[in-house]
């Protein structure tokens, strides 16, 4: 048979100890929206407000994995994550976290919780450093790792590690409501 994923944003808690985890696939609409809330929701609270002054604003950090809901035959491995190479536009940029965080079925020790809004995620100690998700294409691809035995992902419930994303908003963006953009992670099924 072949695997199906819900993709997990993990929220709110303590270090390690996540408070809250959102299935964002059941969501509607079924996205992930940057805010200056440490939540899943998608609405129009808590907006990222454009600087006034040559200075960037943060949101907090989203904390999103895969979770197995369905097990593949055999397994599944090379996640891969990429965009279509265009995001947002001039004054907002969203960036990944250049190192994927331990998160299993049994763990959540890469999970941080993002307790204070307008706080960089390079401030983490365990982040070494971010890449603007445009730069990932299908052509260029950002591996995912996995935590589970074998580094494989076979049975329902087991996880990729997290993948940790922030906008940032500078004083030359435009105000509104974004477009919505479309994010792929891509596996090999065995």
Request: with cysteine; hydrophobic share 35%; charged share 15%.
């Amino acid at each position: 048979m072949a695997a199906t994923f819900n993709i997990v944003a993990d929220t709110a808690g303590a270090d390690t100890a996540p408070g809250t985890s959102t299935v964002v696939d059941a969501l509607s609409p079924a996205n992930v929206r940057f805010s200056t809330a440490d939540n899943a929701e998608v609405n129009l609270l808590n907006p990222i407000e454009i600087p006034t002054v040559a200075s960037t604003v943060y949101s907090r950090w989203k904390s999103l994995y895969l979770q197995c809901l369905t097990a593949p035959d055999n397994a599944v491995d090379t996640l891969l994550f990429f965009t279509d190479g265009t995001v947002y536009g001039s004054g907002v940029d969203v960036f990944i976290a250049n190192d994927t965080l331990v998160k299993s079925s049994t763990s959540s020790t890469g999970y941080q919780i993002s307790d204070l809004s307008n706080e960089p995620m390079t401030d983490r100690g365990d982040i070494t450093g971010e890449t603007n998700i445009s730069s990932f294409t299908d052509l260029a691809a950002k591996t995912i790792g996995i935590s589970e035995t074998g580094n494989l992902i076979n049975a329902i419930g087991e996880t990729s590690n997290y993948l940790v994303l922030q906008m940032q908003v500078d004083e030359t963006a435009s105000p509104g409501t974004l477009s919505t953009e479309t994010l792929t992670i891509q596996y090999d099924e065995t």
